[in-house]
């Protein structure tokens, strides 16, 4: 059985510790108030079988506490108050070199929290452990000096959660969606360079690998691109490569005529096309930013959105390659074909390509084919949005998310025109809905007034993200808010007007909401009779939201948290306030935003429809998921998932497994299994557990991961049942 030091580093349990501390504590109180060695035996060993119970691995803290409490119940209140004092004065030993010891430890590779906390970060590269070095300073400055402690608290004691606490203390934004048209159309700067207007698609996907890189290199959420911004440089190359044939024709004194001539044109076309789209997905995989990873970052597909006939067409074709060489995927470094986390993959279902008799059916064909291997892509519908995304003039919109799951608000600029790319979110605060309804006692008029005091909680860590975007001034930031990404201002000039009137979002997350209905209701939110209770609850974020809007003119949204790292956090301290509560508490996970939890029995549909209530009360973001099994004989079935999503659900997607073995060549489902108190991967085939030898993908919250995860997760992802 493994515990978790005070530095992130793992340990070997052992009880003898236990009884040396108890032992000392002992020693120096009067001999008729001591424990007997019996007693401190008896409570080393009743907290191992505890620890033993917990499923995940516990940390020192954790472990003080529960001595602490087990002293008292055996009323050695002496020995208790002097285990207290000594506690007390450690502690004020390593309060000077805390965040000194978490970095060396990382440095080291032994922070086992650091290495686990991001899905697609591997904590043993120099450049990722220099970005958690920088991250656990900044952290500490926010914690010690930039927020209220009030804040602080509420987010060490899990109430709340503070996200990318480890870069708040540098003026920067969660998400957005990349305005790529103006910058390719109007040309950009990089790096002091301009980059003017490509003259060709090849030229254009590769400025577009730098705009990416550039981007994620100063924010710490994600990006999304449309390929639609893409396709009028097909025309382009087209116009060029023509101008080169009829060169090539005239050189040689022959006329093969257009039609032959029209068909060597389009040929050298699809080459370029193919080796552009080649070019996104590898640099994108290959890229690696100054936080440590690949570029978070979402390409949207969506038809409709090109403005004539020859550009949609072209379109088609851009999409067409992308999925095929998404299908394909990337190889390792063996040589083996498997599915990488980014870019991540949006396709928007409708009239154009549902049906079968639909012109670009077979683009929807492909797509269901490629989630069926890789995962990707995720589903829009169309007509969902359109009825859900209403701007002030009554007209729907369908857009892409900023990364996995986090949406804009419906807006029209100056012009009343509508405007989605250059826009942004400024950050997340996330409420434990799980610790308000434990904190009731099961009192719903409690539950309600406990609620309304952790509303106001998040609304004042909401105003310190804000506050700390403004004032902040172009220059911190060149290619976001001068070049064209977001904005094009002049340097010196601050960003202040682009955090309010709705330009720019401000989200309220929410996590548990099915363990908070299980405990107030005694019932699952998916039950007729709790679910009232559930979308009550949604209601009443929505409503503070709307509350905040009107008093701050910004546009606060309540969003449907993908927690990763965070679900285990969670956990671990609901269980340190409250014990361990049947139902609710007795996972090393809570169930992210408004999600059935995994472990339900439900089929795809049904979850799908039921989850489609909450996702229009989540209109600052939400994704839904169904689990199936491994998909790629049954096509047809994936098609008629994707055609209920059309009809059902604005956001959906289809989770399925892609693994490989690289000891045995193993390409089935790698097992999780527990060993010691430990969730551990193996491989079935060769029993090989070395994480470095094999390649893993689950979707973790919205996206693809492929570098493992927290204990939390990893229980989450072992309970997960199949929906179809």
């Given at each position: ?298 390409v949207f597909m969506y038809l409709n959105e090109a403005r004539n006939e020859q550009e949609k067409k072209d379109l088609a074709v851009i999409i067409e390659e992308t999925l095929r060489q998404r299908y394909e995927g990337v190889k390792n470094e063996a040589g083996v074909w498997i599915t990488p986390a980014f870019p991540k993959l949006v396709y928007v279902l409708e009239e154009d390509n549902i049906h079968e008799d639909s012109p670009y059916f077979y683009l929807t064909q492909l797509a269901a ?356």
């Amino acid at each position: 059985m493994k515990i978790i030091k005070r530095n992130g580093s793992e340990a070997v349990f052992d009880r003898k510790k236990i009884e040396t501390a108890i032992s000392k504590a002992n020693a120096v109180v009067e001999a008729d108030h001591r424990l007997s060695e019996e007693a401190i035996k008896e409570i080393a060993k009743w907290v191992e079988d505890y620890c033993e119970a917990r499923k995940h691995a516990m940390s020192v803290e954790e472990i003080q506490d529960l001595v602490e409490n087990q002293i008292m119940e055996h009323r050695a209140y002496e020995v208790a108050r002097k285990y207290i004092t000594y506690r007390y004065v450690q502690n004020l030993k390593r309060t000077s070199n805390t965040t000194d010891d978490r970095i060396l430890s990382l440095i080291e590779c032994s922070n086992e929290e650091v290495k686990q906390e991001n899905a697609n970060k591997n904590p043993t590269v120099n450049s990722v452990q220099r970005d958690y070095m920088a991250g656990e300073v900044s952290k500490d400055l926010t914690m010690r000096l930039l927020l209220p402690q009030e804040i602080v608290k509420a987010h060490e004691e899990g109430i709340i959660h503070f996200h990318d606490a480890d870069y708040f203390a540098q003026h920067m934004h969660n998400c957005d969606l990349v305005n790529l048209e103006d910058m390719l159309q109007n040309g950009t700067v990089i790096s002091g360079t301009l980059i003017e207007k490509p003259h060709s698609f090849s030229t254009a996907c590769n400025i577009a690998t730098q705009i990416i890189a550039q981007v994620a290199s100063n924010q710490y959420g994600g990006q999304s691109i449309s390929l639609t911004h893409l396709a009028p440089f097909v025309d382009v190359s087209r116009r060029k490569i023509r101008k080169q044939v009829e060169e090539e024709m005239t050189l040689l004194g022959i006329w093969p005529g257009d039609e032959k001539v029209n068909k060597i044109v389009e040929t050298r076309l699809r080459d370029e096309i193919r080796r552009g789209v080649q070019t996104i997905q590898y640099q994108v995989v290959t890229l690696m930013t100054t936080n440590g990873q690949a570029p978070f970052i979402t390409v949207f597909m969506y038809l409709n959105e090109a403005r004539n006939e020859q550009e949609k067409k072209d379109l088609a074709v851009i999409i067409e390659e992308t999925l095929r060489q998404r299908y394909e995927g990337v190889k390792n470094e063996a040589g083996v074909w498997i599915t990488p986390a980014f870019p991540k993959l949006v396709y928007v279902l409708e009239e154009d390509n549902i049906h079968e008799d639909s012109p670009y059916f077979y683009l929807t064909q492909l797509a269901a084919k490629c989630t069926a291997k890789r995962m990707v892509p995720d589903y829009i519908s169309e007509k969902i949005m359109l009825r859900d995304k209403v701007d002030k003039n009554g007209e729907g919109h369908c857009y892409t998310c900023m990364g996995c799951r986090s949406f804009l608000t419906p807006y029209v600029d100056a012009n009343n025109q509508p405007k989605y790319y250059g826009r942004f979110n400024q950050g997340v605060v996330t409420l434990n809905l799980v610790d308000v309804a434990l904190s009731s006692k099961q009192n719903h008029e409690d539950f309600w007034k406990i609620l309304d005091e952790r509303l106001e909680l998040c609304y004042q860590a909401l105003m310190c993200r804000h506050n700390r975007l403004k004032g902040t001034t172009s220059d911190a930031a060149p290619i976001l808010w001068q070049y064209g990404a977001l904005a094009r201002l002049k340097k010196g000039e601050v960003i202040d007007k682009l955090l309010y009137g709705g330009y720019s979002t401000i989200s309220l997350g929410y996590a548990g909401l099915y363990e908070c209905c299980k405990y107030m209701t005694g019932k699952s939110h998916t039950d007729p009779e709790a679910t009232p209770f559930a979308l009550a609850v949604m209601q009443k974020l929505n409503d503070a939201c709307a509350k905040w809007k009107k008093e701050n003119n910004m546009d606060f949204s309540l969003y449907g948290t993908p927690l990763e790292s965070t679900t285990y956090k969670f956990a671990k301290c609901l269980q340190k306030r409250f014990g361990i509560v049947e139902g609710v508490t007795d996972h090393g996970y809570i169930t992210n935003s408004y999600h059935v939890h995994v472990q339900e029995e439900i089929n795809a549909f049904e979850k799908l429809a039921f989850e489609s209530k909450f996702q229009k009360l989540s209109p600052g973001g939400a994704i839904s998921y169904i689990e199936v099994p491994n998909m790629q004989d049954n096509l047809q079935a994936v098609i008629e998932v994707m055609r209920f999503i059309y009809d059902n659900i604005m956001y959906a997607e289809l989770n399925t497994k892609s693994d490989y073995c690289q000891c045995c060549g193993y390409d089935g489902e790698i097992q999780i299994i527990e060993d010691d108190g430990k969730l551990v991967w193996e491989c079935p085939n060769c029993k090989n557990r070395d994480q470095t030898k094999m390649n893993v993908a689950r979707r973790t919250c919205g996206y693809i991961g492929t570098q493992y995860w927290n204990q939390g997760r990893t229980e989450e992802i072992k309970d997960r049942v199949l929906h179809l």
